[in-house]
């Protein structure tokens, strides 16, 4: 069984970094994609980027490219989202979760989520 646990969110000022982890136990990241979503009070997941174990490629929402980077560590079976330049529209609870790729449309493991909050 495929178990994800994320960590690392917390509280930032705005304009600061966090860096989100994913760790994986139970299996590896091979051939996978791995996507990082999120989800604030009131409004509906949105998926905010994804990445490809297999061939690193990668996946940017909108309004995070240019901020945020997922990058994977294949011998630490962890996936991370670095997010940068972080402002108000960021603060959710962000997951984690395991596809075979990128584009597809079932995602059949997910982690608990960790909280990101935005300080002004």
């Known amino acids: 069984e495929v178990r994800l646990v994320e960590s690392g969110g917390g509280l930032v000022q705005a304009g600061g970094s966090l860096r989100l982890s994913c760790a994986a136990s139970?299996?590896?990241?091979?051939?996978?994609?791995i996507g990082w979503f999120r989800q604030a009070p009131g409004k509906e997941r949105e998926g905010v980027s994804c990445?490809?174990?297999?061939?690193?490629?990668?996946y940017y929402e909108g309004s995070v490219k240019g901020r945020f980077t997922i990058s994977i560590d294949n011998d630490k079976n962890t996936v991370y989202l670095h997010m940068n330049s972080l402002n108000p529209v960021d603060p959710a609870v962000y997951y984690c979760?395991?596809?075979?790729?990128?584009?597809?449309?079932?995602?059949?493991?997910w982690g608990q989520g960790t909280q990101v909050t935005v300080s002004s």
């Open positions: 979760a395991a596809t075979t790729y990128c584009s597809g449309s079932h995602w059949g493991y």
């Open positions: 139970g299996s590896t990241f091979d051939d996978s994609a």
């Open positions: 990445i490809s174990s297999s061939d690193g490629s990668t």
